[in-house]
């Protein structure tokens, strides 16, 4: 295995488990291109990301598989997410509404509202979403 800057950020997808599994491999086989999160999940200690960031993929196991750069970030409301990033993320969806139904479902799980510290967080049409564009080079 290669070894990666220990200087680097560590990114994580989803929980550990069965979703952070599949966008691992997606990421790794090159059908995952980008990502969506949510605006309210950036802080002072966590800034937005911007071009040319670089970090170190994890697995479900906390093991380093992949550094991805980040190529693009736009922040749009939910309602305009545009099919384009919606195909990028490499899930299979074939529609925003395929996407936003899918998201929805990771935003509202009890897990997503425990680590928010709201357990009646939802998001709205005009909900601020963080959409990355990036590149993987497997380890």
């Known amino acids: 295995m290669t070894t990666t800057d220990p200087s680097l950020p560590v990114s994580e997808y989803a929980f550990p488990g069965p979703l952070r599994d599949r966008l691992v491999a997606a990421l790794l086989d090159g059908t995952k291109m980008s990502t969506s999160s949510l605006l309210l999940e950036y802080t002072e200690r966590e800034p937005l990301p911007r071009v040319g ?14 550094v991805e750069t980040v190529t693009g970030v736009e ?7 545009p099919l384009d990033h919606a195909l990028a993320e490499g899930e299979g969806f074939s529609s925003v509404a395929e996407w936003r139904t899918a998201h929805e479902e990771f935003w509202h799980s009890a897990d997503f509202r425990e680590s928010l510290g709201d357990l009646d967080f939802r998001v709205t049409d005009d909900t601020p979403i963080v959409c990355v564009r990036m590149t993987v080079q497997p380890l």
């Open 53 to 66: 960031d670089r970090a170190v993929v994890v697995d479900s196991q906390g093991e380093p598989v992949a």
């Open 75 to 81: 922040v749009r409301r939910l309602k305009d997410v």
